[in-house]
């Protein structure tokens, strides 16, 4: 599904560990790929889109070649279903991204992969080896909430950073009351369910951050979270990390 855009202001190793409470996530200095999947709940494509983002929780590649999370956009709502999971953020996110491929249209189910339109995504595996250095990522945490983040990148991390922290829902399933999808029973995977930014101060040759996971409600679903970091004020991810939350 397409509509136009209007212009607005608008391979990795993690590792999980349990030492003194400690939550750790570690890359290794090959780049990890964010896959990003815009969707909605009133689009009567995103069905399919959604079962193959949520075939990835088995995949070998899964945390250490890429990261998936599923951004759900609001500009479906209008259709008669109102998203529980839909943000006009997410919807100005895909518009900055269409703006710089000098695309006249936003549509779902659409799949972003390293800050790069990934049309092809029907059937592919992007558990695909990258030898591309990026630089170790890594995020830690005492409580299970806030993180400590540092990045150490192949290039010095020479200039502004900023880290991104989101916090995803899996096992999530939605009975569908109008719209499109009316009547289904739609099963959900990696969602966003929050997401937060700081931009990162230099200590010595590594870039770091703090940021606390944004609280959400959502019961019985399986938590993880997503951390990555970009050049200061760009979209396209330079390292992605992530993992199940205990």
């Not at 570690?26 to 896959?35: I, K, N």
């Not at 996110?93 to 990934?118: C, D, H, I, K, M």
Request: some cysteine; charged content about 20%; proline content about 4%.
């Amino acid at each position: 599904m397409k509509m136009f855009l209007l212009r607005a202001a608008c391979a990795a190793f993690p590792i999980t560990m349990s030492l003194a409470a400690e939550t750790r996530f570690e890359s290794g200095p090959q780049q990890t790929a964010l896959v990003e999947l815009y969707t909605s709940e009133g689009c009567s494509s995103c069905p399919p889109a959604e079962a193959w983002l949520s075939r990835l929780k088995t995949d070998s590649g899964l945390w250490k070649k890429f990261v998936p999370i599923a951004f759900h956009v609001d500009y479906w709502d209008r259709l008669g279903w109102p998203d529980r999971f839909a943000s006009r953020r997410w919807t100005e996110r895909q518009s900055r991204y269409a703006a710089l491929w000098r695309s006249e249209s936003v549509y779902t189910p659409a799949v972003v992969l390293n800050g790069s339109e990934f049309r092809n995504w029907s059937g592919a595996s992007v558990a695909v080896p990258n030898g591309k250095a990026a630089g170790v990522l890594i995020a830690k945490s005492t409580d299970g909430k806030t993180f400590e983040i540092e990045f150490r990148s192949a290039e010095g991390a020479a200039g502004s950073w900023d880290a991104h922290l989101a916090l995803l829902g899996s096992g999530i399933s939605s009975k569908i009351g109008a719209g499109e999808n009316g009547g289904r029973n739609l099963q959900h995977d990696f969602v966003v369910l929050g997401l937060r930014d700081a931009e990162m101060q230099e200590q010595g040759e590594a870039k770091r951050s703090r940021l606390t996971i944004p609280s959400a409600s959502e019961s019985g679903a399986r938590l993880a979270v997503a951390v990555w970091v970009t050049a200061h004020d760009r979209l396209a991810p330079a390292q992605a990390i992530g993992g199940w939350l205990p």
